[in-house]
């Protein structure tokens, strides 16, 4: 599956972003898919995930409670809903497709997508 994510942009602290994947290919509905993040001289993490059918979501403590990840099948889409931005949401977010939640949280992914670049300011 190959993937295109967008949305990105230069938002201040407290605001709000979504970013968007687009995935091409029939198979889209059988993948977990997650989005990802790396700042400038740190790892890339694993922020939020969700399941094939969207019934089983995970997010990592640093964004509990600000960002939600959703998808639409039938449009082939996953979606990072960011609130309450914070300067150290900055980073590039890169979106990925795999067999399961677990494989994904642990970066075992099979695609991925272009980033694209947040920048929160204070």
């Known amino acids: 599956v190959q993937l295109q994510a967008s949305g990105g942009g230069l938002v201040q602290a407290g605001g709000s972003l979504r970013l968007s994947c687009a995935a091409s290919?029939?198979?889209?509905?059988?993948?977990?898919m997650g989005w990802f993040r790396q700042a400038p001289g740190k790892e890339r993490e694993n922020v939020a995930t969700?399941?094939?059918?969207?019934?089983?979501?995970y997010y990592a403590d640093s964004v509990k409670g600000r960002f939600t990840i959703s998808r639409d099948n039938a449009k082939n889409t996953v979606y990072l809903q960011m609130n309450n931005l914070k300067p150290e949401d900055t980073a590039v977010y890169y979106c990925?497709?795999?067999?399961?939640?677990?494989?994904?949280?642990?970066?075992?992914?099979?695609?991925w997508g272009q980033g694209t670049q947040v920048t929160v300011s204070s």
């Open positions: 990925a497709a795999g067999a399961r939640v677990a494989l994904v949280v642990s970066s075992v992914v099979g695609s």
């Open positions: 290919g029939r198979t889209f509905s059988s993948y977990a």
């Open positions: 969700i399941s094939s059918s969207g019934g089983i979501t």
